[in-house]
């Protein structure tokens, strides 16, 4: 640089760099900058990429992490302004903020008011989240449109928001046929957008509904589920010759492992023939054997208001390929005071042979399950 020949260097400093750059010149002679402040450490980083101190700014960026998060810095954090150079410093503070807001809301433990005035960089944060613990991803929806009624009341504006930075945060792939179809004539979307949201997402539900894809990192978030409260269940519907539906769920052997009489798994809701059901999975107890056992039951939800006779067939298998073996058969007519039928010991074994039996059971870590829906008169 031609300062190097100078006796005297003359700097030109802006207004809003008068605190920040003592502490540059600090660091420049001693390693260290004095300040702890958090926006005061911002802005030292600023000037230190202005006068391409690397140094200081990666001192910066270690600092900034290892100082108490909260929701506030988070914010500030997520939605600081800057060059190139330190946006890619600034990265893994970033990161830690979006990770902190992530954990702080991953039960959506808010109020309606704090959620409605959470900023963007908030909602990205904490929806862009695989541990967001949510009923559904039919709620994520919900909640995102909400949130963008509420902040930006003109159409335009909003669609814009909602495509460009809150719909790919929605897993479209893990909602249910019902929300899809309603997706299609939801006023608030572009209907163009709509439409190739719901046939990309009802494509990968019926092209191979059994299907599970591995947990690694290359793969798009739009596969990969959350952790919900209802499992997602993939459909296929058929009218003929019966009116018959084939739902699927998939169950982690850690989660058939954490099961207990007083612990289910419910899963999604799905329709069929005007109705909504769902699949309950629940460590059930043999009195009579005192043994535990895995047990299967189909529901209905709130009732039907006309009565539906179903015949249901439960089977199973524990590979990702191959039959599924039929374990459980039942006619049943659902009516309004209708709560769940099922089998209370779907493989015939204790819970202890199901689950430590590896040679026969779980081989793939997983358990498949499928349940057949045909109306029948009744």
């Known amino acids: 640089m031609q300062e190097s020949n100078l006796k005297e260097i003359t700097l030109r400093i802006m207004d809003y760099e008068d605190e920040a750059f003592p502490e540059l010149l600090h660091f ?23 006068f391409e101190v690397v140094d200081c700014m990666s001192y910066c960026t270690q600092l900034l992490i290892s100082l108490p998060m909260t929701k506030e810095l988070a914010f500030v954090y997520l939605e600081y302004e800057c060059s190139v150079p330190m946006s890619d410093v600034l990265q893994p ?8 807001l992530a954990d702080k809301y ?17 909602i990205k944060a904490i929806f862009s989240s695989n ?53 299609l004539s939801c006023s608030h979307l572009d209907a163009r957008h709509s439409a190739y949201i719901v046939a990309s997402a009802l494509l990968y539900k019926y092209s191979s509904p059994h299907r599970v894809l591995p947990a690694i990192s290359d793969i798009h978030c739009s596969f990969l589920e959350r952790t919900y409260k209802h499992k997602p269940v993939k459909t296929i519907e058929l009218e003929r010759p019966h009116n018959r539906c084939i739902a ?16 289910s798994i419910r899963s999604q809701a799905f329709d069929f023939a005007g109705h909504s059901f769902f699949l309950i999975v629940q ?25 539906i006779t179903i015949e249901f067939k439960f089977a199973a298998r524990t590979k990702a390929v191959g039959d599924f073996v039929s374990n459980f058969r039942h006619i049943k007519t659902f009516t309004s005071e209708s709560n769940q039928l099922g089998s209370r010991d779907l493989f015939n074994m204790s819970w202890g042979q199901v689950f430590s039996e590896a040679s026969q059971f ?13 109306v029948r008169q009744p």
């Open 28 to 50: 420049i002679y001693s390693g260290t900058i004095k300040t702890s402040d958090p926006v005061l450490v911002l802005k030292v980083m600023c000037v230190a990429d202005r």
């Open 93 to 100: 503070v970033k990161a830690a903020a979006q990770e902190f």
């Open 106 to 122: 991953k039960n959506l433990s808010m109020s309606e008011t704090e959620f409605l005035e959470m900023p963007l960089s908030g």
């Open 131 to 183: 541990n967001l613990k949510v009923f559904s991803e039919d709620l994520v929806l919900a909640f995102l449109l909400k949130w963008a009624l509420a902040n930006y009341p003109e159409t335009v504006e909003r669609r814009r928001i909602l495509i460009n930075h809150l719909l790919p945060m929605v897993r479209f792939n893990q909602m249910s046929c019902g929300k899809l179809r309603w997706l």
């Open 248 to 263: 699927y769920m998939d169950l982690k052997s850690e989660e058939c492992s954490n099961l207990s009489p007083s612990r």
């Open 283 to 307: 460590r059930t107890v043999n009195a009579q054997l005192g043994i535990h056992c895995f047990g299967l039951y189909l529901a209905v939800e709130k009732g039907v208001s006309v009565p």
């Open 362 to 374: 779980l081989l793939d870590d997983m358990l498949y399950l499928r349940a057949e829906l045909t």
